[in-house]
Nanobody
Framework: QVQLVESGGGLVQAGGSLRLSCVAS????????MGWYRQAPGKQRELVAS???????NYGDSVKGRFTISRDNAKNTVYLQMNSLKPEDTAVYYC??????????????WGQGTQVTVSS
């Protein structure tokens, strides 16, 4: 069984910063791409940023230059540093990872989400 647990969400004023973390646990043989998605009320879930096992990164257009994704492969952890936050960044942020378990195939796993609220 694999679990992804996010932390670091909260309430922040516009222009502020937050750092999200997501730890994968379980009987894990390998982790490929890890990423962050977000979903605001009434909107579809969208990609925020992703990072490969080789640390190649990809960002959504709305966060380029403000957010930075990184990972620690030894800790099965992915981070999202969010700077210059805007009210439109308010959403539930979800961690996703492409994981191979011992004896299992590569599969996508999701965390339960962490709320980020940016006040104006």
């Amino acid at each position: 069984q694999v679990q992804l647990v996010e932390s670091g969400g909260g309430l922040v004023q516009a222009g502020g910063s937050l750092r999200l973390s997501c730890v994968a646990s379980g009987i894990i043989r390998g982790i490929n791409v890890m990423g962050w998605y977000r979903q605001a009320p009434g909107k579809q879930r969208e990609l925020v940023a992703s990072i490969s096992s080789g640390r190649s990164t990809n960002y959504g257009d709305s966060v380029k230059g403000r957010f930075t994704i990184s990972r620690d492969n030894a800790k099965n952890t992915v981070y999202l540093q969010m700077n210059s936050l805007k009210p439109e960044d308010t959403a539930v942020y979800y961690c996703k990872a492409d994981i191979m378990t011992v004896g299992g195939p590569w599969s996508d796993y999701w965390g339960q989400g962490t709320q980020v609220t940016v006040s104006s």
